[in-house]
């Protein structure tokens, strides 16, 4: 570890911390033994798979544990003064004031009633009391623009609502910083932001650290982790069951928990082998960067010259709200400009670009939700989408086009058991209901799940089964083609791989023509053959996956791949890489 924080000023000190609920894991604690320091400047991360309890831990730091949490530890030490004793109202004091949170799920985060700038505001008027109120306005927008929020006088007045997914999450963290805590607590702070936006976020969290801030980092992305992290603690059921120096740990992992995390991270170097498979080799010399080894996806069919969908010169632009007409200024927001492609039978096409960049109007367009302001949508030979198309025109074609949503949880009806779920998606197949049933149980052992969780409803299953269900759906009908709408970037790494090698496995054994949509480039680059890179509502870049990978030719191509983390780059200049890749062929 370059940085020596054996003097600074401890911020957290826990020894023994143990977490149970009465009414859960039949009372035994859902975590355990855990030990956590942390001291200002470091930043010590929280890593492993859902339900490991990182997120449990992090949140009884500012007595945010959940309702009837028993906790107990032999030392439980805030700044300095033992808080196991604390009440709701010394609680009070910690949060927003001595430690900032930042939470994945910024739509449910934010309050929906008041603009982003009053929502900031609020923890300036809570927690700095002196200065004026154009002071705490100022002061917002210049943690607005830190945190790389574009426009942030117009943004201060617009709703949690009206902002992009990217957006809401800057606007969160622009919250728990906008006070200066000596703490922040950020779960999975960069989920749900594009490779610029999250360096940007990268970058003002390593800035908050030089300014003497600690920092507990959630996250299940390793890459993420091994860009900031002073220190890591790998927790797996409730334990830690390693932790060191971030570099070490991740270079050379001695737990399986550890190796499989690592293991799993998807990239250009794993297109067509099993994520799930993955292993570090055992015999690398001391001191050289790990390997990784994996077994083959299923053989996949040849990708054919018929194309099955056809964008062609497609623009969609939207009225700005309470736009002033001016002469110079249409009041129109440009979302797509000219956008041309085509998907063929086989064929896996990836679309990559920041928040805002138009990736999911596009899908939007290409699923015939919404109309486009200019060109035109085929598929399967016919007009889809475009000037006088309408959705009676659509009917008959639209179960050969399916989609999977970036959160099922939000897409399904919570009153739906997964028999209804699956039920619906198969309306038209004109089965009768015992060869519903079958099929459905058909449908759920093909994705990894089985019969016993037809009776289950969305809120009772984890992301990676519903994600699972929703997979379910989009092949009820058997598509041709599904738009996949960032499956994947709310799942943990292993989850994350197991949704990877399921589409994968499906894509080839169905031959099925997937749009996937992403901003994760390692995801990207492991699952498409070819890739469209998205800025400013335009395709400035595409091309065969491999040859983008290596060798990207639009400067913002080379920003994408420059700013998104890995593993397989050095964290510090002139060091070992920490994972290589070695192709395992099929034996």
């Known amino acids: 570890m370059k940085n020596d924080f054996s003097t600074a000023r401890t911020l957290v000190d826990v020894r023994g911390l143990d977490i149970r609920f009465p009414d859960a894991n039949d009372g035994e604690p859902l975590v355990r033994g855990v030990d956590l320091t942390?001291?200002?400047?470091?930043?010590?991360?929280?890593?492993?798979?859902?339900?490991?309890?990182?997120?449990?831990t992090a949140r009884s730091l500012i007595g945010l544990a959940g309702y009837g949490a028993r906790m107990s530890a032999q030392r439980f030490e805030i700044d300095g003064t033992s808080a196991l004793q604390f009440r709701e109202r010394d609680w009070r004091g910690v949060r927003g004031g001595f430690a900032g949170l930042v939470m994945q799920d910024a739509l449910v985060s934010l309050d929906p009633l008041r603009t982003i700038g009053a929502e900031i505001e609020e923890t300036l008027a809570l927690h700095v009391r002196s200065g004026s109120r154009a002071a705490r306005r100022a002061r917002v927008l210049e943690t607005m623009r830190d945190v790389g929020m574009p426009e942030p006088e117009q943004r201060a007045q617009q709703y949690a609502h009206e902002l992009s997914?990217?957006?809401?999450?800057r606007a969160l963290i622009a919250s728990a910083i906008v006070a200066s805590p000596a703490l922040v607590i950020a779960d999975e702070p960069t989920t749900a932001l594009d490779v610029t936006v999250q360096a940007q976020i990268l970058d003002v969290l390593a800035a908050r650290l030089r300014e003497g801030i600690g920092v507990l980092l959630v996250s299940h992305d390793l890459a993420v982790v091994a860009e900031v992290a002073d220190r890591v603690l790998v927790m797996h059921r409730g334990k830690v069951v390693e932790h060191g120096a971030t570099h070490d740990v991740l270079a050379r992992p001695a737990h399986a928990c550890t190796r499989r995390l690592i293991a799993a991270q998807p990239s250009a170097g794993s297109r067509g082998q099993r994520l799930t498979s993955a292993r570090l080799r055992n015999d690398v010399p001391s001191g050289r960067a790990s390997l990784i080894e994996r077994d083959p996806l299923p053989p996949r069919q040849r990708v054919s010259d018929e194309a099955l969908l056809q964008v062609e010169a497609v623009g969609k632009r939207y009225q700005r709200r309470g736009a002033r007409k001016r002469a110079a200024d249409t009041g129109e927001f440009i979302a797509l400009d000219n956008v041309s492609f085509d998907v063929r039978r086989g064929e896996v096409v990836g679309i990559v670009g920041e928040s805002g960049s138009g990736k999911s109007t596009c899908a939007k367009l290409v699923l015939g939700l919404e109309a486009p302001s200019a060109g035109q949508v085929?598929?399967?030979?016919?007009?889809?989408?475009?000037?006088?198309?309408?959705?009676?025109a659509r009917r008959e074609l639209r179960p050969k086009l399916q989609y999977i949503p970036q959160d099922p949880l939000s897409s399904f009806d919570p009153r739906y058991t997964v028999r209804q779920l699956l039920a619906e998606?198969?309306?038209?197949?004109?089965?009768?209901?015992?060869?519903?049933?079958?099929?459905?149980?058909?449908?759920?052992?093909?994705?990894?799940?089985?019969?016993?969780?037809?009776?289950?409803?969305?809120?009772?299953?984890?992301?990676?089964?519903?994600?699972?269900?929703?997979?379910?759906?989009?092949?009820?009908?058997?598509?041709?083609?599904?738009?996949?709408?960032?499956?994947?970037?709310?799942?943990?790494?292993?989850?994350?791989?197991?949704?990877?090698?399921?589409?994968?496995?499906?894509?080839?054994?169905?031959?099925?023509?997937?749009?996937?949509?992403?901003?994760?480039?390692?995801?990207?680059?492991?699952?498409?053959?070819?890739?469209?890179?998205?800025?400013?509502?335009?395709?400035?870049?595409?091309?065969?996956?491999?040859?983008?990978?290596?060798?990207?030719?639009?400067?913002?191509?080379?920003?994408?791949?420059?700013?998104?983390?890995?593993?397989?780059?050095?964290?510090?200049?002139?060091?070992?890489?920490?994972?290589?890749?070695v192709e395992l062929h099929a034996g």
């Open 38 to 56: 942390i001291r200002a400047g470091e930043c010590v991360a929280l890593v492993g798979e859902s339900g490991s309890g990182k997120s449990l």
């Open 165 to 169: 997914g990217g957006l809401r999450q």
């Open 378 to 392: 085929c598929f399967l030979g016919t007009l889809w989408n475009g000037a006088g198309v309408h959705e009676a």
């Open 425 to 581: 998606a198969l309306t038209t197949s004109g089965l009768d209901p015992q060869q519903i049933q079958d099929r459905s149980v058909e449908l759920l052992e093909q994705v990894g799940l089985d019969a016993h969780h037809l009776e289950r409803r969305p809120l009772s299953l984890s992301g990676g089964q519903r994600q699972r269900v929703a997979i379910a759906r989009a092949i009820a009908p058997q598509p041709e083609l599904i738009v996949c709408d960032e499956p994947v970037s709310a799942l943990d790494v292993y989850v994350q791989a197991q949704v990877l090698d399921l589409l994968g496995t499906l894509q080839a054994e169905l031959g099925l023509s997937l749009l996937f949509i992403s901003h994760d480039l390692d995801v990207i680059r492991h699952v498409s053959d070819r890739v469209l890179v998205f800025k400013d509502g335009r395709v400035v870049e595409a091309g065969d996956a491999q040859r983008l990978s290596d060798a990207p030719q639009h400067a913002y191509t080379r920003l994408l791949m420059a700013s998104a983390p890995s593993l397989r780059r050095a964290k510090e200049a002139g060091s070992d890489a920490l994972v290589r890749e």
